[in-house]
């Protein structure tokens, strides 16, 4: 029934909805709960195993009853749910459900990070108070509050504050909250995690607010929920306090409320729950609630106060369909039967210490409030008001105002912001005289009548007072134990209205005090989050950072089918006309065997290590002898971890005295790089070395074959072919080239800037060279018995295990991992060993991972099969020779195929093929490349993103270097020894690079300022490593928060700051250079992606 | 999400850093005079203590500089390691 007036509805405005697909209405203010109870439904539905029916029960968050099905949330508490015209809301049985096919939510989530020093929890009395006290001390202030409105429990009550209405003081307070910059106040976010060192997560459900408009043009505002990630000075937890029930018989009955419940449906939403109330209160706030419904119009038959003459309520009455039609009134009065429609509960109040809990404090059980409180506290925290355990409108005020003044106070210890400190300012600030009673302490009363079987502690999962005593009667005595014996508290409520009560219950089954008994623990979420809350915009092609090369986009149009190699699409291969995997692979390999092919090999990590000592270095890491290089050559090597098992391998080739470029496979470039720098910093600091990556600055073409030779030719055509053995390299104007074979042809790799990368790639694929994958590229190194990180090997395998003995050096006494091969188990025989297998039938391909056994049916496992191709595969065995026969047994197709055991080498064991053919043919030279700028492709869509808020660009080709060891007076300092200086760094060779930035010419002009490997230069040229995107606008912030962690506060990142951090969760270096400008740096590789996540975010502005 | 103090960058989310395990466990001068008890030691074997534990984090997203903490294996509380440097020290 609603009420004729009061209320913080707006009577002028009706809201159609439907429930279970019946038409009602309700008024802007509502929630859900509020207008089903204001058109008189009781059943909002049925329990989770018991099918009983159920009503309202709470107004809150922690709702055990109403749960309910809105559009796309399967399941959700009617008390929370804001209404709106045309909801459409449906009953549940007590759990929701998912429809399995159904397609994704439209809603569009985010996130973002926010810095701050005080946090406040809670818009009540306590939390309003300490926002007020902190903000106007200067702290940076966040107050976050999970309702539509500002005012927690004051919003419910008639209390006064200065003689007038409290909603009046949280309106003067509100405004002073507003005025003050430094504040930002939350509505309608809920804190859900309070993690290590005051790292505290809520969900902001912005859809709720029915008057979101949609943007025009076609583009999606986000419409969904924001996942805020706050890093707090200081927490003031003021989450308030949740009533409890008390176990009796027949207390989930529709009709049956807690009395906070009910004062709040009269006072707040202007409802009448009911007609005829009985309230049964062990506390002085039942009383109050017995005065407002009465003052509202409830005909108030009976207060039961077990404080005042031990009478109970011991049973209750209802009819055909459930609904509570009576009570029964026993105890020390003697029994009575009273005739009503709402039965308003108060058991006692139980702190929301939630967020204290799974901060790590300590709770302790306070015998006189008859509840748990915070006790000590693990973190900067401080609890204030009724979730502390301090009661009465008054009382939370001021301890909130102390929470806040004192968070505030030691805000120059863990500060982040500059500004007034101030601690001592109290801008006319008091406490508001209260006209509420003073507080008695509640009655330890937990249930009536016994171990009954319909006296409910959990009403969500059906868990009642005969449970319990089962539990106990099975011996169990921790609390944790019982809760997952009987699922008390497990349901979605997470025994926000349970956990009390059966704590108590159990207690006094146990005979002890619920202080011994203790709680469960308190997890987080507090509320339930939907998974794509969690996901935000990390969905679908955002899902994860993809990094491509410079000639990814010319794959696609080729029709590629591409791989993922850690973040990385690799083209698998390119079918022509409707060719099968194994037809493409079949051409791809021929090609490269009988005439020409070419591959896109930029993904290899690339590094290069500078400096006098970078020789030595490379020999404590590396099994072979790498100071002894002759410059221009190459090497191949192998790392090992210090247990000597390998880690890497690659291609080492001296550039110059002091700098050498090591490769990497292409999954584990960052872990070497890593790991070079903590051998240096951490074990070698003395060592003159420095360690760059060059994977995103150039791009590579690998054009292998026998007739190889006239292609590479007109790709550089200022390299002497004549002159370029095998294992040595070249410089040319347009790059570097190196000849090295990862296939035993004749192979030349072609290394340019990355800007130049497609244009290589076109140039090599116009002269005759046929694309190739990742596929064909394994397929040849198999044949050729060469072994892959990750694939052959796993983490137990040794140089010596690959049949590589060759490679360690007996001349040096050490290097890492060596010692560990003369360890027993590393030196005995009947190690697995890298061995070749030819199955029988030359057209079977054996399955990787198949198990080797020596006959059908064996079960000694010797070994598996680790690379397989159509009739060759390399494998991992023990004690087995060549010729042996085995047995690949294989689990998945349940086949056993009869193999045998050969050299691990299948093609060309003499290495005759390595020179190739002669070149009888020349090919159109390349006079210069053309180059592309990593976003080229993005700038229509960049001016078609820009708003008044935000305006996108690429600076595209900046020339930069970056520089180790020394200050070079310039530039971007990235660390403590590391400078990146953009525009043309001195000391720095700028291979191929146009002179100036955006001077998109072709390259060939070759700018080269220095010379590389010149005595004390110690720059490397990076130009194409990064992109450059530029942001700007009075939204910049808005835009970086969603995705940046660290803390953008003006005062903080200030003009010219600059750092290395994640974005997207892709580092990037982050550069300030105007109050509303920033540059972002980001691997070019990663540089499509970003863009994609940035317009992707400043749609959502 | 823990909060590090990296010597370099200062306070930055957990997220940017790479564990580095036990701190203090140098690289043996001679690993070819050790017995096979001894370099298994260096090797495999680390202090896993319920309390105060003097560890290694690389700030690999941010200015990759390696460093050491000691950290609460219980409470996380981290306290900085009297022996790594401090910012003003980089010059
Ligand atoms: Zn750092």
């Known amino acids: 029934m609603r009420r004729e007036s009061g209320g913080r509805i707006d009577r002028s405005r009706v809201l159609r909805f439907t429930f279970d697909g019946r038409e009602l209405t309700g008024h802007p203010g509502d929630t859900l709960a509020s207008a089903l109870l204001a058109c008189g439904v009781r059943t909002v539905g049925r329990s989770v195993d018991l099918g009983r029916p159920r009503g309202v029960f709470t107004a809150g968050a922690e709702e055990p009853n109403a749960l309910v099905r809105v559009g796309d949330d399967p399941m959700v508490p009617a008390t929370v749910v804001e209404l709106r015209d045309g909801l459409e809301a449906w009953s549940l049985r007590g759990r929701g459900r998912l429809t399995p096919g159904a397609p994704p939510a439209e809603t569009r989530h985010d996130k973002a990070y926010l810095h701050c020093d005080v946090l406040v929890v809670g818009g009540g009395p306590a939390g309003l108070a300490a926002a007020l006290a902190a903000g106007e001390a200067g702290a940076r202030v966040v107050l976050l509050d999970d309702r539509p409105e500002l005012g927690g429990d004051l919003l419910s009550s008639r209390t006064l504050l200065d003689g007038a209405p409290a909603p009046d003081w949280v309106s003067s307070v509100a405004a002073r909250l507003a005025a003050l910059p430094e504040v930002r106040v939350l509505s309608r976010t809920t804190a859900i995690g309070y993690h290590d060192h005051n790292y505290v997560v809520a969900v902001e459900r912005r859809e709720a607010d029915g008057h979101t408009a949609r943007r025009g043009g076609g583009r999606r505002g986000l419409d969904g929920c924001r996942l805020w990630h706050f890093r707090a000075g200081r927490v003031v937890p003021a989450t308030g306090a949740h009533e409890r029930s008390v176990a009796f018989p027949g207390n989930d009955r529709p009709g049956v409320m807690l009395a906070s419940a009910a004062r709040t449906y009269v006072n707040r939403y202007g409802v009448l ?14 009383h109050e609630a017995a005065r407002d419904l009465a003052a509202a119009g409830v005909e108030v038959v009976a207060t039961v106060d077990p404080r005042r003459d031990g009478s109970l309520v011991t049973g209750t009455l209802a009819d055909e369909e459930g609904v509570l039609t009576g009570v029964v009134i026993g105890g020390g009065t003697g029994e009575r039967v009273v005739a009503c429609d709402l039965l308003a509960v108060s058991g006692g109040w139980n702190p929301a210490v939630h967020l204290f809990s799974q901060s790590q404090g300590r709770l302790r059980f306070d015998e006189t409030l008859q509840a748990f409180v915070p006790h000590l506290s693990a973190q900067a925290e401080r609890s204030a008001g009724a979730c502390r355990g301090v009661y009465g409108t008054a009382a939370a005020i001021a301890d909130g105002f102390a929470a806040g003044s004192r968070a505030a106070g030691s805000r120059a210890a863990g500060s982040r912001a500059g500004g007034p400190a101030g601690a001592g300012e109290r801008k006319d600030f008091r406490v508001p005289g209260c006209d509420e009673p003073e507080q008695n302490p509640p009655a330890a009363l937990w249930t009536v009548g016994g171990g009954d079987a319909e006296a409910f502690v959990d009403l969500q999962r059906d868990v009642t007072v005969a449970d319990l005593v089962r539990a106990t009667g099975a011996g169990l005595r921790s609390v944790e134990h019982v809760k997952r014996y009987t699922t008390a508290g497990t349901g979605a409520e997470q025994g926000k209205t349970s956990g009390a009560t059966a704590v108590g219950v159990v207690a006094g089954l146990l005979g002890v005090e619920p202080g011994r008994v203790g709680t469960t623990t308190f997890r987080p979420p507090y509320t339930p989050v939907a998974f794509g809350v969690l996901a935000g915009r990390d969905r679908g092609s955002l899902s994860d950072p993809v990094r491509v090369t410079a000639m990814h986009d010319l794959h696609v149009a080729r029709g590629a089918v591409f791989e993922d190699v850690g973040q990385w699409k690799r083209p698998r291969y390119f079918p022509l006309g409707g060719e099968s995997m194994a037809q493409a692979v079949e051409r791809e390999r021929r090609a490269a065997r009988t005439g020409v092919a070419a591959i896109d090999a930029s993904t290899l990590g690339k590094i290069e290590v500078v400096g006098r000592d970078a020789g030595e270095f490379l020999d404590r890491i590396h099994p072979n002898m790498l100071s002894t290089l002759p410059i221009g050559s190459c090497r191949y090597s ?21 700098r050498y470029l090591a490769t990497t496979t292409t999954g584990n470039a960052a872990t070497v790089l890593d790991r070079l720098e903590e051998w240096r910093q951490t074990e070698w600091p003395d060592l003159d070395v420095s360690f760059t990556s060059v994977t995103d600055h150039w791009a590579v073409v690998a054009v ?3 007739r190889a030779r006239p292609v590479a030719e007109a790709l550089v055509p200022d390299v002497d072919f004549a002159d370029f053995p095998f294992m040595t390299f070249r410089e040319s104007r347009f790059g570097r080239v190196f000849r090295i074979s990862f296939s035993g042809e004749l192979a030349y790799e072609i ?4 800007w130049f990368g497609a244009a290589l790639w076109e140039a090599a694929l116009e002269r005759g060279a046929v694309p190739y994958g990742t596929e064909t590229m394994h397929v040849l190194r198999a044949e050729k018995g060469f072994a892959i990180v990750g694939q052959e090997t796993d983490g137990t395998v040794t140089p010596q295990d690959l049949g590589m003995s060759w490679i360690i050096s007996a001349r040096k006494p050490d290097f890492v991992g060596k010692r560990s091969h003369s360890r027993p188990d590393t030196a005995r025989p009947g190690r697995k060993r890298l061995v070749g297998l030819v199955p029988d039938d030359p057209g079977e391909t054996l399955t990787e991972g198949a198990q080797l056994v020596a006959s059908p049916g064996d079960t000694r496992m010797l070994g598996h099969v680790t690379s397989a191709y159509p009739g060759v595969a390399l494998a991992m065995a023990r004690d087995v020779r060549e010729g042996d026969r085995l047995v690949a047994f294989d689990a998945r197709r349940g086949r056993e195929v009869p193999v045998t055991v050969t050299a691990p080498v299948f093609h060309d064991p003499d290495n005759t093929r390595r020179d190739g053919l002669p070149p009888d043919v020349r090919l159109e030279p390349v006079k210069g490349y053309g180059a592309r700028s990593a976003l ?7 001016v078609a993103a820009r708003s008044s808020g935000v305006t996108i660009r690429e600076v595209p080709l900046v020339p930069m270097g970056e520089v180790r060891g020394r200050d070079p007076g310039e530039g971007l300092r990235l660390g403590p020894d590391w400078w990146l200086v953009m525009g043309g760094p001195p000391g720095v060779r700028h291979t191929g690079v146009p002179a100036r930035s955006g001077d998109a010419g072709a390259a060939g002009a070759a700018d080269t300022v220095g010379a590389a490997g010149a005595a004390g230069a110690t720059g490397v040229d990076v130009s194409a490593q990064r992109a450059v995107i530029g942001l700007s606008g009075p939204r910049v912030r808005d835009v970086l928060v969603t995705g940046c962690r660290i803390d953008l506060h003006p005062a903080v990142f200030a003009v010219g700051a600059h750092t290395r951090t994640l974005l997207a969760r892709v580092p990037v270096v982050l550069h300030r250079t105007g109050p509303d400008v920033y540059l972002i740096l980001v691997d070019s590789s990663l540089a499509e992606y970003l863009a994609e996540w940035l317009l992707d975010a400043l749609e959502g502005l | 999400m823990q909060l590090i103090e990296c010597p370099w960058c200062g306070p930055r989310d957990e ?13 043996p001068e001679d690993p070819s005079a050790l017995s096979d008890e001894e370099w298994a030691g260096y090797v495999f074997m680390r202090d896993n203590p319920r309390g105060w534990f003097h560890e290694r984090w690389y700030h690999v997203h941010g200015c990759r500089t390696w460093f050491s903490v000691r950290r609460h294996t219980v409470t996380h509380e981290i306290g900085r390691d009297p022996e790594s440097p401090r910012r003003e020290e980089f010059g």
Request: proline content about 5%; glycine content about 18%.
């Open chain 1, 936 to 942: 080229g492709g993005f700038s229509a869509r960049f």
């Open chain 1, 273 to 286: 729950p009911g007609r005829r109330a009985v309230v049964f209160t062990c506390t002085d706030s039942g």
């Open chain 1, 638 to 658: 192998v790392t090992c971890g210090t247990d000597g098992m390998v880690l890497d391998d690659g291609v080492i080739t001296r550039l110059a005295e002091d």
């Open chain 1, 704 to 706: 292998v074959g026998p």
């Open chain 2, 15 to 27: 997220i940017e850093f790479r564990y580095g395990g036990q701190a203090g466990i140098a690289y």
């Open chain 1, 751 to 754: 290394n340019v800037p990355r």
